[in-house]
């Protein structure tokens, strides 16, 4: 039961709008006092919060206790009114900021909160009062339909739920009809036509009602026609400035009549031209346009409404389009011309450019071109028709032309177009000055200062298909601006990414002046492709870059500067920016023997592109320096194998003795001139050089007392019995002196031994017995020597005999050749090979070996038996001598290692 109850409650607070809250207080526990349905916004409201008694007495609370909230937005205290124990009021100003439900609460011991009662507050405005009602008919078939549509201003939003009523009333009908909030709609069964009707509006919501201004209307003066219907619209040949047009009649001229405006156009336009509302304001089924261009599309429609101008104009018409007949053409063609360079005879090449007349002058289709081309000099015109737009001529040396080109139509010839091209001799008229070109707004300004005494200006452009080249014929072209203007918008297709040639002529009453160029872009981007880098040079410590230039259609842009990245491996990356007209660069401070990545970046306005990665490894060796090395080390070596060349051909002979010994040649020996039998004297001074330096290295002269001969003679007759052949003893150095002879000994025992030897061998003799100064020597001793070693060169050369000449003591018949010292001696001499000249040799002793000698005088008469007169002074040298004496040495030779034998 109790359970049913409090359903029962919450069922009634939801249908009045109120909040009940027990919140484990009883429903008796008090409300809140008035509940409205709305309350207007920005207005004050007043509720009263009333605590029953039950409520009271239970809980132990009053009005002290009770407080208000919007929602969690708790009102200050300040704004409470308390009435008694048990009733508070709360006065408020309703604000969108105010948010529902206005609770009443109660704090309780413990500050423990209870809510006793709430109201949802729904906020608004009443409804103002509509403005501007405005009705319709629109028009059905031929006569009108049967509803009424009107519109109206339901004025500021209230934000409750508006209820609007439209009404109409008649003298005998009223209609109305539940609306929207800005417009309505009546129907009717007939459409009545020619009575007044009262209209008006009804607003309606929670806080209130109003009512518009009635209106009075008679329907027919609130129609608004269907757009007629255009029949055709004609052109008549012997009219090209005019178009009649004609049209259906769309309303039961019963009803009213209507009258009708006319707006055209012409195809290449988005601007429209009415007709005067004064020539088509009566009731008309056509109407013809004038002043219309010849040879041009028209678009054309039509609209209408009452006659008496009430009610609404209806739609356009849907158009309809129609071209005005050919005249002749009343604009001349926009010439110009694009010189070339002189050729070998001074001859130059136009091209003559013209433009079609605009089709708005052009009045027809244009068949062809008619050219006139007049030079200075000569009276002729040379006229030619051509089809197309161009022309090329050749234009003679010294000569000023005169060029006119006029269109044809099938109506006629239009005005000519004069250009003139003065002799290429002749000084060019002045140029613009600051010329420049930028883009702006999606466009190229072109921008310069003005001549002086111009006609006007022609500016020409083209689009680049390479750097500092020109433009080709097909791709130029130009518009003309007057000459009060110094900067123009190029018209045309003008792209992005390319670059265009842009060039400015003052014209001089038709001729033109000289131009100044300028090249710009409308848009700059990024290079398609990069640069391609490689190494021209690499060094120790850098490395000379290189990179190509990137194709012109692919740079998007003016390529302002490169920049090279470098990085060595496992190094930072570095960088250095260089100006765009330089291509090549010299990388320094590198690493010795290190590998680098390098890659070019080309930048313009717009960005950067990268270009591919190139490795390279700079040299361990700088260029040059190995060559500074081993070129030095091979001069040097050079210079020394020639100095030492120089060297051993100087010191050849000195050379030559020490490597390579002379032995004489027995062959050219003149000992065979030597008489066994004859005495010889020899007459050579001890201070005489016995033989040329180089030949007799040195030798030692020994006294060989009369005792010894009998000694040596047996020695000599045991050396006769041993022969030996060239074979055998061919090798060693032999110990000739310079008195040796090639012929054979004169020994009894070697006659049958000579003329087996002679070929193979030759057999060296010394003399073993001779004088020493003048001393005759008893019978000379000879002695054979096999060697077959060649003779000494003083032997071998006649040239050189006269150096031993005294040596020999003889001459060619055998005698002394001086006499005083032909007194014979008992002693003898022989010649005994010394050692050679590298040998240990007395300091005291010359360069050839000789010794100096200390004569002693022997007195010793009673040891040897003889007296002091029969025995001469000797002479003995000092080195050597009485060792050899003391040895008994009777060889003639010392002994050889190189085979000799002893003799």
Sequence with gaps: MHVSQNLLVLVLCAQLNVLCVMGGLDLQCGVIEPVPSAVELHTEFTATCVLFESCIRQHVANADDMYWKFQQHKVPKEQYTKINDTAIRITVNITDELNSPLTCNVMLHGQVEHNIYGIFLNKGFPPEKPQNLTCIVHQAGKSLSDTMLCTWNPGRESHLDTRYTLKA??????YENISRIDEGELKMTTMPVFVNMMIWVEAENQLGKSTSKQS???????????????????????????????????????????????????ASSSDWTEVPLSETGSSIKSFRLQDLKPYTEYRVSVRCIKEDGFGYWSDWSKEMSATTPEAKPSGKPDLWRVIGPSDSDKNRLVTLMWKDPDPSVANGKIL??????EAGRYPAVKRFTVNGTSADYTLTEGATYRITVAAFNSKGQSPRASLVIPADSQKELPSVEDLKAFPQDGKLRVEWKAARKITEYVVEWCAMMEEGGGCSTESIEWQRVSASSINTFLKGDIKPLKRYKISVFPVYSGTPGACRSVEEYLKQGCPTIGPTVRTRKKERNGALLEWNLIPFMSRNGFIRNYTIFYQAEGGVEESITVDYANRQYTLTSLGTNTMYAVHVSANTDAGSKNGS????????????????IVVPVCLGFLFTAVVTLLFCFNKRDLIKKHIWPQVPDPGNSRIANWSPDSPVRHNFSPKEQVCPEGIITDFSVINIENDNIDDYNKASDSLKKGKYTSEEHSSGIGGSSCMSSPRQSVSDSDEADSAQTTSSTVQYSSVVATSYRGQLPSAPVFTRSESTQPLLDCEERPEDQHLYGNLNGFNREGQPQNSEQGVRHPSRLYFKRPRMINEDADPSCDSLGFCPADEVTLQDSAATGTSQPDRERQTVPRNGINASLERNETKSYVPQQNGYRAQ
Excluded: C, H, M
């Design 216 to 266: 009075y209307l008679d329907p027919v003066d609130v129609v608004k026609p269907s757009p007629p219907e255009i029949e055709k619209i004609s052109s008549e040949k012997e009219f090209p400035n005019s178009l009649v047009v004609s049209w259906n009649l769309i309303l039961n001229p019963l009803l009213f009549k209507l009258k009708y405006n006319i707006r055209y156009r012409s």
């Design 368 to 373: 062809g071109y008619e050219v006139e081309i």
């Design 613 to 628: 990665e190139f490795t390279f490894t700079t040299l361990k060796f700088a260029p040059g320096e190995i060559e500074a």
């Design 169 to 174: 009333q008649t003298i005998t009908n009223t």
